[in-house]
């Protein structure tokens, strides 16, 4: 799987938008950018994920450069609840791709 | 609709035992998914299950601990002769096909601890 490098962390204020950037230069052409987040001792939640094209969900929205060397997610009003540790993570479209490769992520912490 | 589901919540053994983890994953979905976090570490992927292929079983880091998917739905992980360094969230995730364009769903884990 190719490789994806992100922040360790960064903080944000309640309320307000937050842009998380993950690298990923040497992304093939049927890698998927998938973003899954693990709220404290909870589970990883997916989040949402894209090819080329910009996406959208309730949750947060994807945006991909065009080159697809680099990717944000944005949350568009933090919340409290959205304090969590974020994996970009790379999965392969073209074949049968197993398991999830989850990297250390950015650490997001959400100040009142 | 119904998330993925695991049992125990909590488990709790002497080392030296045998212990059994339940996953029941999302219904419909073909591909079914273990992972494991040691405390303050990051997520080990361990096995995962395809429809009736054979398990991609190349995380599982020792021979004491194996899986099986029964029916193609819930899924158990067994670890023998438990050790200290056995004690982990034990993840379980499923997605409808074993692809990068679908999403994993993960369960609320299973916390181990060895004594």
């Known amino acids: 799987d190719a490789k994806t490098t992100q922040p360790n962390s960064m903080e944000s204020n309640e309320e307000e938008p937050v842009h998380l950037p993950c690298n990923h230069s040497?992304?093939?052409?049927?890698?998927?950018i998938h973003w899954y987040r693990q709220l404290p001792s909870q589970g990883p939640e997916y989040v949402i994920h894209?090819?080329?094209s910009n996406v959208n969900n309730r949750m947060a929205s994807l945006a991909i450069a065009e080159d697809r060397k680099s990717s944000t997610l944005i949350l568009h009003r933090a919340t409290l609840r959205d304090a969590a540790v974020y994996y970009c993570?790379?999965?392969?479209?073209?074949?049968?791709?197993?398991?999830?490769?989850f990297g250390k992520g950015t650490k997001l912490s959400v100040k009142p | 609709g119904a998330g993925v589901s695991q049992s125990p919540s909590n488990k709790v053994t002497e080392k030296g035992k045998d212990v059994e983890l339940r996953c029941d994953p999302i219904s419909g979905h073909t591909a079914l998914y273990w992972y494991r976090q040691s405390l303050g570490q990051g997520l080990e992927f361990l096995i995962y299950f395809q429809g009736n292929s054979a398990p991609d079983k190349s995380g599982l880091p020792s021979d004491r601990f194996s899986a099986e998917r029964t029916g193609g739905s819930v899924s158990t992980l067994t670890i023998q002769r438990t050790q200290q360094e056995d004690s982990a969230v034990y993840l379980c995730?499923?997605?409808?096909?074993?692809?990068?364009?679908?999403?994993?769903?993960f369960g609320p884990g299973t916390r181990l601890t060895v004594t």
């Open positions: 894209g090819l080329t």
């Open positions: 040497t992304i093939s052409g049927t890698d998927y």
């Open positions: 993570i790379l999965r392969d479209g073209g074949g049968s791709q197993g398991n999830l490769i």
């Open positions: 995730a499923s997605s409808l096909v074993s692809s990068g364009r679908t999403e994993q769903y």
